[in-house]
């Protein structure tokens, strides 16, 4: 070990991550074999960094800024990658003609050199102190579990300010224990009850705790949540914001540019296809109807060309410390400044667009395998 990133010594804390709490914070204090497997690959990953680099990496992945903790993870999960895949590494190279520097400069086995430039999504500071109030909130109430009902969250509006979460919690478990020992399923409140509350509202159902859950030692308050009042997600929004930030960043470059975004809210690639290679249309005045793909994606169309100094926009899926064997998809720009074969030597499935359709090109392998990691990682339970 040469730049610690944790704190040594033994932990008895097992409780589950606190919606308050950063990914470091919960790794640093939380116990067990698991955890501790997460801890460990984290740890070598810092030490196959250049000593010039880890100071940088460890104290972003330290922070308390969310949005520097996933940018330090997505770079040290790029750099153990392109290492692993054989290429030859340059951190923060030189571009001709601009004083800025992207992340690599990776040169594969066989292929020519190649920029790689990572970026995460980011909330705006609205949206993360948003974000924190709601976090703090459920927090509070998870602290104060009542002894016969579990809480299940059906709906939250988060309010402007920060909200008293003791008289809030109160009011709850008074209203808890008023209720019969077998409450109708679809007993539902709304709290707080007076109107004053700057834009908070909170609706939560009941149930009956089982036998098994009250011998839990870290029982939470809200023992379930559903899916009611969250709005249809839109995928592409944050992948477009993120590349803005970085696709003219340098110019025209003398290798191809891959633009790496890591996203903690995407399973499935294919949400992203109709925002890179444009959105279906039907033509429902022929028979059959036929399917056609309008250019109005990212990276636009053949006789209006976007973007084209992004060869390739690299997505690593649902990037976190203890999930890093997701799904990895290279989507090609269909006319790029410089093109880049299907195996970039990053180990990924590749898009490319044929006769106005997406073809998918599946990596011959898996990215378990690359880093070194069994299929099931980390092996064992959580708690």
Known sequence: MIAPLFNPGKRTDSRPALYGETDFE???????????????????????????????????????AASQQASALLELYLHEVLLRSGCAIQIHPNVPGTNRQPDFLATPTSGDPLYVEAVVPAYSDLARAELNRRSQLIDAINRKPHPRFALVLKHLEVGQTTLSSKSLITEIHQWLDRLPPDPDPLTTRSFPSRPNNQGWRISLGVMPWTQKALQLPNRRAIGAQTSGGIQKVDHFGPVQRALASKESKYGKPNHPLVVAIGTSFLDDPSHLTNGFYGSLHTDMGTTPPVVTREFNGYFGSADLPLHQQVSVVLVVHNLSPWRVTGPVVAWHHPWPQRDLPDQLGIPSDAYRLVDRMPQQVAFQGDIASVLGLPQQWPSGAPW
């Open 26 to 64: 919960f790794l640093d204090r939380v116990a067990g074999n698991y955890w501790q497997q997460v801890r460990d690959l984290l740890q070598l990953w810092v030490d196959h960094l250049p000593a010039s680099e880890r100071r940088d990496v460890c104290a972003r992945l330290q922070g308390r």
